[in-house]
């Protein structure tokens, strides 16, 4: 009997469906009840990740997602902190709201910044989307140092325009623990993944989850 004897036909147009069925499956079976509010940011998560433990260690300060969303419906831009978390971002859904994504980590000025100063270039970046005197989504899947500035500017009152939404959802292990806390000790609004788990991926998945909700499920 060959592998393929146990695959499941599902047509192309209806495997996102059958995969988001299984993740409340698996869910309802585990007894977790998820915050009506939240509850599709969390399973696109998991649907990216194929990850459940993002169902206890995501976090949502209060009306995260609706705050969220409203801003981008309002025509707010997401700034990332890679170039891979702006490449997963659904670029045709923000720009009907009228956003886009921004990401500096490639400018030369920024890498000589960085370099002058014995800062990150993710650090760098995140003062040159401040700069822009606009509210934003802040979008970071990477770079702890990047929320540690993001800390840094609100608490010396240094940014022009609170962010809209902080997205804190870098990976790894130096200080990425300690940065997330940080942003939740924040008085702004803001999804941050507990823990060492996320990334880029997790990053574009939350964006992509507040864009959908925004546009009523209209991917195009």
Same mark, same amino acid.
């Given at each position: 009997?060959?592998?393929?004897? #146990?695959?499941? &036909?599902?047509? +192309? ?6 995969? &988001?069925? /299984? ?8 007894? @977790? ?12 998560? @998991? ?9 206890? #260690? ?15 419906? $309002? ?17 045709? %859904?923000?720009?009907?709201? =009228? $956003?886009?994504?921004? !990401? ?21 970046? /995140? ?13 970071? =899947?990477?770079? +702890? ?13 240094? /940014?022009?325009?609170? +962010?809209?939404?902080? @997205?804190?959802?870098?990976? =790894? ?17 803001? @999804? %941050? ?7 880029? !991926? ?13 546009? =009523?499920? %209209?991917?195009?």
């Amino acid at each position: 009997m060959s592998s393929l004897d #146990n695959l499941e &036909f599902v047509k +192309p147009a209806d495997i996102e469906a059958h995969s &988001f069925q /299984m993740i409340s499956d698996e869910l309802a079976q585990a007894g @977790i009840v998820l915050d009506p509010e939240n509850e599709l940011v969390v399973k696109r998560v @998991i649907h990216t990740s194929a990850d459940f433990e993002y169902a206890e #260690n995501l976090v949502f300060s209060q009306h995260a997602t609706t705050l969220g969303v409203d801003a981008l419906k $309002g025509g707010c831009s997401i700034v990332t902190d890679t170039k891979m978390a702006a490449a997963g971002i659904n670029k045709r %859904v923000l720009g009907k709201f =009228g $956003g886009t994504v921004h !990401n500096f980590i490639s400018d030369a000025d920024v890498a000589a910044e960085a370099k002058e100063r014995g800062l990150t270039r993710s650090a760098v970046c /995140m003062e040159r989307a401040a700069a822009l005197g606009e509210p934003l989504v802040y979008a970071v =899947g990477n770079a +702890p140092t990047a929320l540690v500035r993001l800390y840094e500017m609100l608490q010396a009152g240094q /940014m022009e325009c609170p +962010p809209a939404l902080i @997205i804190g959802v870098p990976v =790894g292990f130096v200080n990425v623990v300690e940065s997330k806390e940080l942003i939740c000790e924040l008085d702004v609004p803001h @999804i %941050v993944a507990r823990g060492r788990k996320g990334g880029s !991926n997790v990053a574009a998945a939350i964006c992509n989850a507040l864009l959908y909700l925004a546009s =009523g499920n %209209v991917r195009e």
